[in-house]
């Protein structure tokens, strides 16, 4: 039409407006609702974040009491989704065994979250992040082999998580405190960041009229990839490789300059951050006190942190301002609690599970929202006749 302006990537287009989530990515802030992330890690729980980035204000402690009471009542599955299970092979990747558990749970309920109903809304706002944890450690223990535990409910979100992934039938188990404290921080510091391509692909499935389970279920498959939640894992398993083959960092650093085979360096780099990503400040330390505290010392911490040096003092990094991101760091953490790597992307989702809600609920709530539906150039054949048969 002449009006259609190209955007690979939509980097210089924006899809909406949104009160929910500031980033400056050359000053390196990021806040949810206002508040700076710094603070939100140190002193908030996953469920305050929760209701705050739904809601827009922190929950007052009766709210906060109710809302986490109405999610430990939520926590169980129904017994026949238990079946669902073991229709997958136990080698399933986690992430497309969460995806399809989730657009399964929908067939449970009757409307399920239909938009245009606030109280189907929010008992599916609840359903999901009651859920959510459940189903993904049915994922973890249906990889292990190991029998699904029933939700506890009288335990707090993370350690009743801890406790379906770490726990077994034969003894009871032991919350340690290192372990909760430190995945609470963890989720919090992935539980929103404004318009990613997951975040985007739940709101685009949302704008079609589509339910809540539907349009989460999609933004988990969108969050799989390597450029974007699956990046937790790629470094995992680049720090290992890098180990395994003796290479040596430098070697490794020189191959990701030349473009060897495509080869990046994963965690580094990021769409929106030009600088240090807030996030990844945090989880470096966390790292650190994590691993001092479960009195673990991982060689892969020391080769992270030798590969960051290198890369932040090279031109290549320098000129491009690629530095570390939230997935650099948090993998040598995942790792230390004793989390499979293909589970990292897992954990990914269920920190970012109320962003994706809060956006669904601000995009169906705005009169401006109309159905997501990009333009495109046509640049293919012209009108061309058949050949004559
Ligand atoms: N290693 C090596 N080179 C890189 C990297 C990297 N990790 N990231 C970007 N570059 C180069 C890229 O090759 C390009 O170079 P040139 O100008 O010579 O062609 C330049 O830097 C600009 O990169 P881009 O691909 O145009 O940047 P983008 O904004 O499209 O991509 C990104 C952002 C995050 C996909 C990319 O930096 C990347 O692939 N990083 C590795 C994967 C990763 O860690 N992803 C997690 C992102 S944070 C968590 C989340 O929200 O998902």
């Known amino acids: 039409t002449g009006l259609t302006a190209l955007d690979y990537g939509f980097v210089n287009t924006a899809a909406t407006k949104s009160d929910i989530t500031y980033i400056d990515g050359d000053a390196g802030i990021l806040r949810y609702r206002g508040y700076p992330i710094e603070q939100l890690a140190k002193n908030s729980s996953y469920l305050e974040v929760a209701w705050l980035l739904i809601h827009g204000e922190l929950p007052t402690a009766d709210q906060l009491g109710e809302f986490d009471e109405k999610i430990r009542r939520h926590t169980l599955l129904h017994e026949d989704l238990k079946h669902f299970f073991s229709a997958l092979p136990h080698t399933a990747h986690p992430m497309a065994v969460i995806s399809s558990a989730l657009s399964a749970l929908s067939t449970y309920y009757e409307n399920a979250g239909d938009p245009n109903d606030p109280e189907q809304v929010e008992l599916t706002t609840i359903r999901l992040l009651a859920k959510l944890p459940v189903i993904a450690g049915y994922a973890h223990k249906k990889a292990l082999g190991q029998a699904f535990l029933y939700p506890d409910n009288s335990l707090s979100f ?54 809540l389970y539907a349009s989460v279920s999609a933004g988990i498959n969108a969050l799989s990839g390597p450029l974007h939640g699956g990046a937790n894992e790629a470094v995992l398993e680049m720090l290992g490789r890098i180990r395994d083959s003796g290479e040596g960092v430098q070697r490794f650093v020189d191959r990701v300059k030349n473009k060897e085979d495509g080869v990046k360096l994963m965690g580094f780099g990021h769409r929106v951050y030009k600088n240090y990503d807030p996030r990844a400040k945090i ?11 479960l009195g673990i010392s991982d060689p892969l911490l020391d080769l992270a942190k030798e590969l960051e040096q290198i890369a932040l003092e090279d031109d290549y990094f320098k000129e491009r301002r690629l530095y570390p991101n939230v997935d650099f760091y948090t993998g040598v953490i995942y790792k230390a609690m004793g989390f499979p790597t293909r589970m990292f992307t897992v954990l990914f989702a269920i920190g970012r ?37």
């Open 283 to 293: 989880v470096k330390e966390s790292a650190d006190q994590v691993l001092a505290q």
């Open 353 to 389: 599970l109320p962003g994706w809600i809060a956006h669904w609920r601000e995009m169906n709530e705005d009169p401006q929202t109309k159905i997501g539906r990009p333009q495109q150039l046509y640049m293919g054949a012209a009108e061309r006749d058949l050949p004559q048969r």
């Open 158 to 211: 993370v350690d009743n998580f801890l406790r379906l992934n770490f726990g077994n039938m034969a003894e009871p188990y032991e919350i340690d405190p290192v372990l909760s404290t430190a995945l609470e921080q963890l989720l919090i510091l992935h539980a929103d960041h404004e318009q990613n391509a997951s975040t985007s692909t739940v709101r685009l499935v949302g704008s079609t009229g589509a339910n």
